[in-house]
């Protein structure tokens, strides 16, 4: 949506629709350097410390790396693109973003427009650090300049494309609703409230029981074990 509507406002960016369809793919590879952060850092609930935010901010050049030792041709546009998305989507246009400090136009458009995506996804989306902020506020953050400076003419076409944006997000609310209240009936099937969960629990455990106890006597081990949260069956035998 945001690269058709920089094509119908200005000529600067001359994008086909395959330039299009290509950079939407590219995209999706834009936090592959994410695999190699540490998982108490990407999912820390707090603010991080400087140090912590430093690792963290590698992830740009770590996805760009990843990307360049794929066994594929590095000329070709789909991987040559998804390379300076991956590297350059927190670049900003004012110079004071990473990894490269690039400004303005040195940042390719293909990272610019993700980059700004990237940003709105972040704001209106719930992170393990905070809760989603409402649509009309996500906006009105990033034409204030709250999370970095970006190039004017995309600023416009968000700002142009606000109430699409606005309808799929209150279309993708929707959804979630659905989502928690399924979530919602099924702990209330599972709570006293609707079964005897303590009854349940413990016919579940003699029925396990029962299992073990038939496979142990008709197996000749000395010993075999279930564990329920790593999906791992032991078996003990005399050697």
């Known amino acids: 949506m945001m690269l058709r509507q920089l094509v119908k406002i200005t000529d600067a960016y001359p994008l086909t ?22 998982e ?28 360049k030792d794929m066994d594929f041709p590095q000329n070709h546009p789909l991987v040559h693109t998804a390379w300076e998305i991956s590297r350059w989507h927190h670049e900003r246009w ?7 400090g690039l400004k303005g136009e ?14 709105y996804d972040a704001l209106t989306s719930e992170r393990c650090y905070k809760k989603a902020f409402d649509h009309d506020t996500a906006i009105q ?16 076409c968000l700002k142009e494309l606000s109430l699409q944006f606005s309808n799929m997000f209150d279309k993708e609310m ?6 928690h209240e399924v979530q919602r009936l099924s702990n209330e099937i599972l709570s006293d409230k609707s079964l005897p969960s303590q009854n349940y629990s413990q016919s579940v455990v003699k029925v ?4 073990i106890d038939f496979f142990k006597s008709n197996s000749g081990m000395n010993s075999i074990d279930y564990n329920a949260i790593s999906g791992q069956l032991t078996i003990l035998n005399k050697k």
């Open 208 to 211: 396990m029981q029962e299992k």
């Open 40 to 67: 108490e850092i990407l999912n820390k609930p707090g603010r991080l410390t400087d140090e912590e935010f430093k690792i963290m901010k590698k992830h740009s050049e770590l996805g760009a790396a990843i990307i």
């Open 106 to 119: 040195e940042i390719p458009i293909c990272a610019q427009v993700v980059s700004t995506v990237d940003v």
């Open 94 to 100: 004012d110079g004071k973003g990473y990894p490269d």
């Open 17 to 38: 629709e395959a330039d299009i369809a290509l950079i939407t793919t590219a995209s999706s590879l834009h936090d592959i350097g994410k695999i190699r952060i540490p």
């Open 174 to 179: 929707d959804e979630n609703s659905y989502y």
């Open 141 to 156: 953050m990033i034409l204030d300049g709250q999370c970095g400076q970006f190039n004017p003419i995309l600023l416009k």
